[in-house]
Structure formats: structure tokens, C-alpha cells
């Protein structure tokens, strides 16, 4: 008898541990797309004879509604972002005929360098509220100022002038067509490095969109190093600064004192 009651109990209890999976009807989880990337290399080396390079991106989507890809509602946005440190805008004014520094500003954490590549301008990929949220772009990049601000009338103004110094240089840079679909979901991307990008740790980013809102990102690593006589030149001013100091005292001595021997007239 109490074999049989125990039975009994457990066949009860099935339909209830059944029931607490799944029911008909029951709507199930929609399972999220899925961005991966890869990079042509993980280093760039920079030589004395360096001016820029091309970095190829290559991605793959998984998980994608296909109708929605069919129709061309997926949109990838990639980024190479340099070291982030501290950056200082300064105002020049005329002053009893001299341009002085007058007003400066600081901002906090910034990418030194910047370069983007789209699958189409993102202007039209999404809202500028996504855009802004995501920090993605040379206009929504975060520009927070540091220490004391006073009104903040003059912020917009120094944001301004940060993002065209940097384009102006070559750092920050767009291109609205730099991502390519090869495949239904694989894709391709290019990045143009300028010339002057800075040594460190970069950061590659690519974003994922679905009909204009804002799915998933993934990001890799990419190391610029400084090879050669360059390289030695920075570690030994960073690492050992008297030395270098005077060696270059002595270098520019010596460099003087040849070439007043050289030109000197008898």
C-alpha cells in the first residue's frame, strides 16, 4: 500500500514539474544575435618610414532574424580607439598684439586617436539619443571636462575645437562606407591608421544595430609599438631622462661645433 501511494504521488507531481517548463502556448525567449570579430594582425609595428597603414576587420553575425538581414535591417559600426588619457584644449587671444593663452580646458579621458568605419553614415543607422548612449562617433564621443567649468558656457565651444584639432591631425577620422557585407552575415571592415597614431594599446570595437536600435558589441585588443631606433630613443627619454638629456645637450654641441668648423670662413 505504500508502494503504491508513493506512486501515486509521483505521478501527480509530473504533470505539475512538466507544466513549470513549458506550456502550449507559452511564449519562449528570443535568443539575441551574436557579433564576433577578428583583425587582420594583433600588432602594428611603426618604423621610421611609417605613413599609416590599413587594418581589416573581419565579423561574422549568428543568431539573426533573416528576414530582417534579407531586407538589409542589420548595420555594423566598427572603431579603432587609442590610448584614453587627458586632453587639453587651449584658447588663443590677442593680447597688446600677442597671442597668449587665455581660457583652457581640460577633458577627461579621451581616445588619442579615433577611426571609424560604417556600413552606412549613422546619421541614418540610428537616433543620435543611441548614439550618444553608446559613445559611438567622433560627434558623441564623451568629452567630460575636468575641475571647475564655471557656467559651462564656453563647454560646447572647447568640444568643438578638440574635435576639429583632432581631425585636422589626422587622429580622428570617419568613413561611412568602410563596412562591407561579403555574405548574408558575414562581413568586412577597413580602418586607414594615420600616420602619427599613438604607441600603446588600442581598441577595436564593432557595434551591432538592428533596425536601428542598438543589439550587442564586441571588442578585441591591438597593440602599436614603436620598433627600431625609435623605440630605443623613447624608452631611454622615459627610462632614463638625465642621460637623455645630456646626450642631447652634447649631441647639439657637438652638431654646432662640426658645422662651425665645416662653414667657417678663412
Not at 19 to 40: C, D, K, M, N, Y
Not at 105 to 117: I, K, R, W
Not at 253 to 260: F, H, M
Request: aromatic fraction near 8%; glycine fraction near 10%.
Amino acid at each position: 500500500m505504500r508502494l503504491a501511494a508513493a506512486v501515486i504521488a509521483l505521478l501527480c507531481l509530473l504533470p505539475t514539474s512538466a507544466g513549470a517548463q513549458w506550456l502550449p502556448g507559452q511564449a519562449t525567449e528570443a535568443v539575441r544575435e551574436v557579433l564576433e570579430i577578428g583583425t587582420s594582425t594583433s600588432e602594428i609595428a611603426i618604423t621610421s618610414d611609417f605613413h599609416g597603414a590599413d587594418l581589416t576587420i573581419f565579423g561574422a553575425l549568428s543568431n539573426t532574424d533573416q528576414l530582417l538581414l534579407a531586407i538589409g535591417q542589420y548595420d555594423v559600426v566598427v572603431v579603432l580607439e587609442g590610448p584614453r588619457e587627458d586632453a587639453t584644449v587651449r584658447r588663443k587671444e590677442r593680447v597688446f598684439g600677442i597671442w597668449v593663452n587665455t581660457r583652457s580646458m581640460t577633458f577627461e579621458a579621451v581616445p588619442h586617436s579615433y577611426s571609424m568605419s560604417s556600413s552606412r553614415m549613422i546619421d541614418d543607422l540610428t537616433t543620435p539619443l543611441e548614439l550618444t548612449d553608446q559613445g559611438i562617433g567622433i560627434d558623441h564621443i564623451p568629452l567630460t571636462p575636468v575641475g571647475f567649468v564655471g557656467d559651462g558656457s564656453n563647454l560646447g565651444e572647447f568640444r568643438d575645437a578638440f574635435r576639429r584639432l583632432q581631425q585636422g591631425g589626422g587622429l580622428y577620422d570617419r568613413n561611412p562606407s568602410g563596412v562591407r557585407f561579403v555574405s548574408s552575415n558575414l562581413f568586412k571592415a577597413s580602418l586607414r591608421l594615420p600616420a602619427n597614431i599613438p604607441n600603446g594599446v588600442h581598441t577595436v570595437r564593432a557595434y551591432l544595430f538592428k533596425s536601428g536600435l542598438f543589439v550587442t558589441e564586441k571588442s578585441l585588443p591591438l597593440r602599436v609599438i614603436k620598433t627600431g631606433i625609435e623605440q630605443t630613443i623613447t624608452d631611454a627619454a622615459h627610462e632614463q631622462p638625465i642621460l637623455y638629456g645630456f646626450a642631447a645637450v652634447l649631441l647639439a654641441v657637438i652638431t654646432g661645433w662640426g658645422a662651425s668648423l665645416i662653414f667657417r670662413k678663412d
